[in-house]
């Protein structure tokens, strides 16, 4: 691993400042601002009980998610989606993914016939938006589940958080693997990773790209020893911030 | 005037605490978290150089903005417009009313040929959020024009800031004219008027509504009072965040 | 007030010729032909039993508009918003002030749940479509309301209608206010304002907009004063029009 | 041929009462509000300097149309397709139908590099709107000719033109051919048929389709014969229409 | 009619070569992949139990279709409508005049409360595209209704379909009329005519449509003699591929 | 690696018969029909010059893909996205995946400023599409550059092909790792995986996601173990189809 230091001061192998504002907003039954450097994510948890008709009768829940970038999050304003009357594919991937990871952890027996929609919007955006917005909506996902079982829509037995999930990105970049880029270390990446992974270290979802160069086994390896690095520190973050309590 | 306290302790003439939060983005030209109460409006101004084609060779400049709720800044989670793929009849109406109004305080000469882009994205909701991305806006569109002045792409001498702008809800409620309202009072009121005011104390806007009873002029008198002191005190809030420089 | 003639040869306080084709549509329950000089809008009025979804179960009916303009019913021919695939921004404001406008003389309760729609389609513009529109639409609702209760799907001695409704457009020209602007009027006014009011002389919306130079409370108040007088005139149209019977 | 009176009183081979408004719009370059019985319908023609992008630089012209159905045109109240966000798959389909029946009498290179775009808003329908707005398109496209060589868009001595056009619907009821068919008819028909003809008496566009039973050789030539004769007397009321001078 | 043979060596009253793959798809309840030459339409017919609401209650079943065109099924490639977010005139009529072909040759109320969508997909075109989809969409349908009845969601007894149905297009091509035209053909013809017609001959849907000069009575005659002629041998081919047992 | 058979008798690092029918189409200029087992997808790259307008003057080409399924190719029919105006998540997220991975094997400096569109439309699926569409594409690929060569669109000494690309999806069932899931294995799958890789065996993507349980670190190197396997396989396939001349 290089011992070589990034543009903003990092080693290869560190993260940049997390900062999770737990309970943020006064609307939502959870809700998390998170920051990985200046990259800014809004996520909020709205439960509802009920289902959608299609999981109606099973005595399951259902958690989605979709993910929205603020028009000027961007260093360039991009156009709003509502505006384009559709949502571009990028879009929908990162809401998919989401919602993917999330189900993952969440025991929809325990859950019940209930819903809980999480929101990511991205309020200023610099390099992983999308791990920084799985990190934190697992946050407001998991206050949302304690305050349906406070308001009993769940059973107090039950425990719907199978495991806690955190997000990163990992990338190779002049041939070096690289933990949690910036914007201007993803642009430069010849292959960009992002890697979800649960509390006990287990895989979700593993998705890499070769931006420039195709990658071998060995480069493979080397991005997921840091990703389970990195996702181990944002899982001791997450839990510091939820509390003995959770 | 009413004596009596409202339910948040104001009396009938008094606003809600009214924070700016001036430069929240690291992106843009100008920005503002601007809050009344609980109402929190992120804006920001994207400067550009060029005008729209229809705008094209007059020497003049524009001016627009765009307006979005996230959908759980209120209290029930709305459906995002994006998703709907359509923008809503208030939406287009609450863009096109905050982009008018700052429109009367710009000289679009003095701007040349360069647009500036407002977007008003609500964070969270809690009445007033049409008069509260006025009043932010204004502080973002006062910070992109003097960002524009220092990279000289407006001349040094120009000043395409006319005059400041501000804006405030007033309402009747039990037949009390009551000023800024906030969402319980809304929903309650009888009349509601959004009234947008130049620092100079002129009207810009004056959009009034019977949305219970209709209303005589001697009402009408009273809430045009109302707002210009709202506003008043608004454009004194500005101009202490904005500094002398400005 | 001045007393020169305008291009038309109106006085600053004079309505341009009105005609109202009472009954134009052989298949509405309600619908009038308007003219405001060479402004012509077709307003229908259809009942239908039941009420929308959100309304359901509370003994209340509900009253909706829509707005549109023919492509070619402009100087200059626009695309249709049925090929554009989407409604403009100044459509829906229209639409929604339209309705707004003629639920604030309809009593919910007496209406019963039944619901009318109201439709206004401009078959030719020249300034003051909106006001025209809700002038014409009164009628139109009117007629489709006594309709309702000769075919007893509203009891005989229930009235759902308030008071009437009228609505005059009023601006500032050249430093002079004027009564109901035509469309080149409209263009060369500083500030321009809808104003729509009852038969008893209450307003239910006043919408003032400083085009060029905002204004000041003495020309707000003058304005106020032409849209009374213009609108009272409206209003005995629209009595010999429905005649005693209604 | 059944000399049976139909419910209004026609023999099979008589076309309701037609009535040609020419030039009902103060706007429009030609237009025509032509009436076939109730069946009422606006159709106005736009005249524009220049050719779409895919036209440009052959030194022809271009002849469009759109239909469009107001939505209280019939019965039941219809949805807006601009509401719907998207136009059926009927009203393409007529309108396509329209501009491709007036570019068969139209000489795209005398017209030269212009634009012709005809709107025919359907006011109100009992049957025939489709046959009405072809025969009131005519009317509408012969004006803006002539406007467009008096302005001396096009030359003095071109003539566009090459022949009138109308178009009338036949039909089996019941076994009998009948001719111009009312909505009721046209609901009952077991074959319906809408022919468009030249001046000249050739054949546009013969659309056939059996709504009920197939039809046979011998029923198809009677409907042809039917149509020959109604466009026939619909092509002498355009001349009387017109007048000489066209 | 003309010995003068065509560029593919056709004479002008000769079929290009048919071929139809029955039963092509795994996956449909009927299918068939049918070429016209170069032509391949690709159809399947989807049976379930079932109506759309608008026909419940009334014992009686449905039949409709929708055709589409891969985007480099032609010699340019053209954007997908599902890019574009909308379906363009041509799909909807061509979509409209399969579903309506087919119901004229299904008793419905034999089919009972089931629906059957036909899904017609050109993979290659080569011009006919719609009259091979509706030739081929016919084995599909058929094959269809021997399943259901196979499966007893239709009764052994009951026969939904009345006739057979195949289509061919016919056009004049420099003053000769030609059977089935290839691309090259259609574009060079003065007139297009798309005929229907049932296995006892019997008319459903007649389209002649004057793309060049209009065309007269005896042009008209000879057209449809080309059509019913060319129309039968494709009966023949149906039914041999159908086998004695439909 | 298990022994037992799987449904359809293959070994678990075993691939459905692979077919590839290269040159289907007699418009594309390139095409390929490829078949793994049941699921069969049409590709076609289509050649244009130029580019579009955001990679103009950088004498670099572009490579992108669109990916969709026809209605009936699986077994409950969808409805087309054309039809629902928008496009699904997972329809954008396979385009952007097949177009990337593309993207990976060609230089684009080579390809000079030219366009190829590759279409992937699946005529029938058994799981599995996704990777399938991407080994078809390279083959249509490949021919559509020869093509271009030879019509010396690209200079004969440029090679834009800088490796060969296939793609097979693995997945573990019941605990066990296997290759190439069809449908009926792809449902029961508790982690599925699909992985693009060049003909000289690196990684292009690797995209793995827990459906069911999380996995760990043996199993995704298990994973990736048989993925190598079953690319390689599939690129001996493409080698032998595309010949020696490529």
């Known amino acids: 691993m290089p011992n070589d230091l990034r543009k903003d001061g990092r080693t290869a192998s560190q993260l ?5 504002e737990r309970g943020w907003s006064d609307q939502a ?3 998390a601002l998170i920051s990985f450097g200046k ?23 259902w958690v989605t998610a979709e993910y929205s970038m603020l028009p000027r999050s961007t260093n360039d304003r991009m156009d709003r989606e ?3 009357g559709k949502i571009g594919g990028r879009t929908h991937e990162i809401s998919r993914l989401i919602g993917r990871s999330l189900r993952a952890v969440v025991d929809m027996k325990a859950l019940g016939e209930n819903t809980i929609v999480i929101d990511c919007d991205v309020l200023q955006a610099d390099g992983g938006t999308r791990t920084a917005a799985i990190t934190g909506a697992y946050v407001a996902l998991a206050d949302a589940i304690e305050w349906a079982r406070t308001k009993k829509f769940i059973g107090q037995k039950s425990q719907p958080l199978i495991d806690s999930l955190s997000a990163v990105s990992v990338g190779i970049i002049d041939g070096a693997p690289m933990l949690d880029l910036a914007y201007v270390e993803d642009v430069r990446a010849e292959t960009d990773m992002n890697v979800v992974v649960t509390g006990r270290g287990l895989f979700v979802e593993v998705q890499g790209t070769a931006e420039g160069a195709p990658f071998d086994r060995a480069e493979l390896d080397a991005l997921l020893d840091l990703a389970l690095a990195g996702t181990a520190e944002l899982a001791e973050i997450q839990a510091t911030v939820l509390g003995p309590g959770e």
Do not use: D, H, M, Y
């Open 82 to 84: 509502a505006v384009k």
């Open 39 to 61: 990259t800014r994510v809004l996520c909020t948890a709205s439960f509802t009980n009920g289902v959608p008709r299609w999981k109606q009768g099973k005595g399951q829940g």
């Open 16 to 20: 940049r400042p997390i900062t999770i």
């Open 29 to 31: 039954e959870g809700s």
